[in-house]
């Protein structure tokens, strides 16, 4: 059975981010990540988590400009001082944090730039983080966002994220699935798991449509965790979605995988 994180980004928000943490021990989780820790000092944080004896497994590396609608850093050739400061700054909350992983956000095309350059300052980005975080154990990812929710994302889907980290080559570099964004491309659940799972290190979920919890759309997630530990699966499946009421409201699938 797949083991279950909880994205302390989208869950328990009614609750200052170092209050998460014994919350979502409370609700039944061993595990969070977090999309962007850097708000909080690193050691805050690491003592919230070792007080709700929960581990932190991934972190985003921080990503600019991305998500107020700009390019981001790490596929931008003329940005590349500013991907080294925020590759310094992940690694720094990654070791303060004990994570396991460290998520690159590709960000989006900037149309001023020529896109197989834009991809091949990617994979540049990524054998760069990939051989820094090495030296202290922790695997760098990568991951496919849609191009509804993200248009004019670097990268859309696995097989053009395969692509890049084949371009890159790196041992420690490798993807992250999720599903919710799989779906939105209109990309068979099943076959893409078997496709791309020995590239992937880490997953992460939500219904589909409306990015809300297990139920709440059409996805078969039942199924496809089943299908993840008959795979033979081994990493963490991190619940990455939008609670359609409140987080303690949308356990209840987690409840039902105990």
Known sequence: MPRFAANLSLLFTELPLPARFAAAAAAGFDAVEIQFPYDYPAPLLRDAAAAAAVDIILINLPAGDL?????????????????????AEGEHYARVLGVRMVNVLAGRFDPR???TLTRQTLAANLVLAGERLAAHGIRVTCEAINTFDMPGFVVSTPAELAEVLAEAAHPNVGMQLD?????????????TLVQYLSQTGHVQFADCPGRHEPGTGELPLAQVFALLDELGYTGWCAAEYKP???TADSLHWLASRR
């Open 67 to 87: 998500m107020s609608g700009g390019c981001g850093l790490a596929s931008h050739p003329a940005r590349a001082a500013s991907f080294q400061a925020a590759l």
């Open 113 to 115: 730039q020529d896109e």
């Open 179 to 191: 599903l919710y964004h799989l779906a939105r491309m209109q990309l068979d659940l099943a076959a």
């Open 244 to 246: 359609a009421t409140s």
